[in-house]
């Protein structure tokens, strides 16, 4: 592999890239992804990690200015005819063209958004529509957060690490970064196949939402409740009258078909970015099977994190950083990083910013939190209502609502997901008469609106109501803003059951 980078480097130089440059890459996962990676870092250019989905609908130009690029690389499905391709090259073959380097809109200097010397990669949050919120990522605050990892985990050179989500999340790049780091493997695969890669590349160390192990615990709670009863009775039994890899590999022969979805080799199970099922945690506690909870945001890389060893189910483990988590007098919980990961945000308002960076490398996290006396750390709620779907995709309700609001059948939209809900839902208060016309014409909405956002945010069930949102009725709040756990709390059997 680095004699892979190297030669995209020579190729770099060849092209004019410099250090200093900004220069995209908006593709799906591919090794040439990495290997562009590694050497732009090298070089000290910034890069821009754009998710494909959540650009679709920005030209390559609209998205050179704002970020100041010189150079996009892409893949060939993702150019667009009516952009110039001069200053873009293929991940995908090779260019059959000159490159050239871009020059910057109104003859501005290279890195005319003037940011801090550390960054060296701006990369996106989750969003739903428009641009997310870009973050400027620190090279100090990455090497220290890959040494603090290192510091709690122990890494075996036989150890492979398994990857499937975007690059362009900068959590599965401090992935790869730690793998090379540590010096043990890294396995990739596309999301449709990576139960067969499972299989495939026999990893040791895996990362998924909690929805991924919810599949587990589903096949399990499938079985008849008598099966079920016996297979955790003998579990019992084995974890409690045999010891060490004895007692390991009793549990993994007793539930074998279980086992063998992770490999033969998995020692390290994680979760995160979403809420874990209680259910889940406790089963697979009860199966043998290391999975542990983690606690992290893109601004943060982990936060807290359960270990082997160090381990309480419920809880995100104890904090990565020592000293570095507290809770504000409001419950929210801080995170003071002497090098932060995420330096700030880049093009939002000061208000956004100032809320989230307090100064000083403080980080708000808009988590409520609690400490238990033994300092693991509990998720106890959202400051803001930002939901977390299942699949720990993380998006703003009030941008879908407005947009189903635009439509005059509708009084009111509130959208809701994570949880115990297994799809987005919208509760639809209707401005006019119930009638099949008047949803039918709401549903066309909802249909439009779900071909034009990433597909965690489309909308999968709807539910009317000609209840009206009031102060007086408790749906609304003193400044007429939504009460959404008293809507959610009225209306909660209709969204579950579809009615």
């Known amino acids: 592999m680095l004699a892979d980078v190297d030669a995209v480097e020579e190729k770099l130089t060849t092209w004019g890239v410099r250090a200093g440059m900004h220069v995209g890459i908006l593709a799906d996962n591919c090794y040439e992804w990495i290997l562009y990676d590694l050497a732009l870092l090298r070089m000290r250019c910034v890069v821009v990690a754009f998710h494909p989905e959540q650009f679709a609908n920005i030209s390559f130009s609209e998205a050179a200015d704002r970020y100041d690029l010189q150079l996009l690389l892409t893949r060939k499905k993702f150019l667009q005819p009516s952009e110039p391709h001069h200053w873009m090259a293929t991940l995908d073959g090779d260019v059959d063209y000159k490159v050239r ?22 990369v996106f949050s989750s969003g739903t529509s428009g641009v997310p919120k870009c973050l400027k990522i620190s090279r100090v605050g990455t090497e220290k957060w890959i040494a603090s990892c290192g510091h709690k985990f122990t890494f075996q050179p036989d150890d492979c690490m398994i990857v499937v989500l975007p690059f362009s999340n900068y959590q599965q790049r401090l992935m790869i970064y730690t793998a090379i780091w540590y010096g043990f493997d890294l396995a990739l695969a596309e999301p449709a196949r990576f139960l067969p890669a499972l299989k495939d590349f026999k990893p ?18 499938n079985l008849p409740s008598a099966k079920q009863r016996l297979l955790l009775a003998v579990g019992w039994l084995i974890r409690n009258l045999s010891f060490g890899r004895l007692r390991q590999a009793l549990l993994r022969k007793w539930f074998a078909p279980l086992y063998d979805v992770f490999g033969p080799r998995v020692r390290i199970m994680l979760t995160g970015g979403a809420p874990s099922r209680q259910s889940t945690l406790e089963l697979f506690a009860s199966l043998g ?18 270990l082997p060893g160090a381990n309480r189910l419920g809880s995100v483990g104890r904090p990565l950083f020592d000293d570095a988590v507290f809770i504000a007098d409001d419950g929210e919980i801080i995170v003071d990083y002497k090098q932060p990961l995420c330096l ?27 400490f238990d006396s033994d300092g693991y750390l509990y998720i106890t709620g959202r400051k803001k209502q930002v939901i977390i779907t299942r699949a720990g995709y993380k998006l703003q309700p009030e941008l879908l609502e407005k947009e189903i609001e635009k439509s005059s059948d509708v009084s009111r939209a509130v959208v809701f997901g994570g949880g115990e809900m297994p799809v987005l839902m919208a509760l639809i208060s209707l401005a006019v008469e119930d009638n099949s016309l008047n949803r039918q014409r709401v549903d066309a909405v909802i249909e439009k609106l779900n071909a034009k956002v990433p597909g965690p945010s ?3 069930r709807i539910v009317f109501t000609d209840t009206q949102f009031t102060t007086d009725n408790g749906l609304l709040t003193r400044n ?19 009615s």
């Open 344 to 370: 700030g945000y880049l093009g939002c308002d000061a208000e956004t910013v100032a809320t989230t960076f307090l100064g000083s490398g403080r980080i708000a996290t808009g988590d409520l939190g609690r």
């Open 204 to 221: 040791t160390i895996l990362a998924g939402p909690p929805a991924f192990y919810e599949i587990v615990e589903n096949r399990f709670r």
């Open 458 to 460: 489309r909308i999968g």
């Open 480 to 498: 007429l803003k939504l009460d959404r756990q008293g809507i959610y709390e009225k209306f909660r059997n209709s969204l579950l059951n579809g």
């Open 289 to 306: 099977l290391p999975l542990y909870q983690v606690y992290g945001l893109g601004e943060t890389g982990f936060i807290a994190l359960n």
């Open 101 to 122: 380097i871009r020059q910057p809109a109104e003859n501005k200097l290279t890195n005319a958004l003037n940011l801090e010397s550390d960054v060296w990669t701006l």
